[in-house]
């Protein structure tokens, strides 16, 4: 889900910095699921809508340059 790459390097982390936020996911679940070759559970995709501060559909949709401002501001 390329939205998640998005998501993360907004706040500049490191995939391993996204799994220790997330409770502890290794760094290699985090890039089955950026990369699109693992698909998330709901709850996991919940938790990451909850890490970057965005409801799930604005996580899906990825960042806009007013949530982007939003974020960095």
């Known amino acids: 889900m ?3 790459v998005k998501w993360r390097r907004l706040r500049s982390w490191s995939q391993a910095d996204v799994g220790r936020r997330l409770g502890g996911l290794a760094q290699p679940v985090i890039s ?3 990369s699109s070759k693992g698909t998330p559970t709901l709850e996991t995709l ?10 799930l559909d604005e996580l899906l949709a990825g960042p806009t ?5 939003a974020t960095r501001g």
């Open 32 to 34: 089955t699921h950026e």
């Open 46 to 55: 919940q938790r990451y809508a909850s890490l970057y501060g965005v409801s």
């Open 65 to 69: 340059m007013v949530g982007q401002w």
């Open 2 to 4: 390329v939205v998640l």
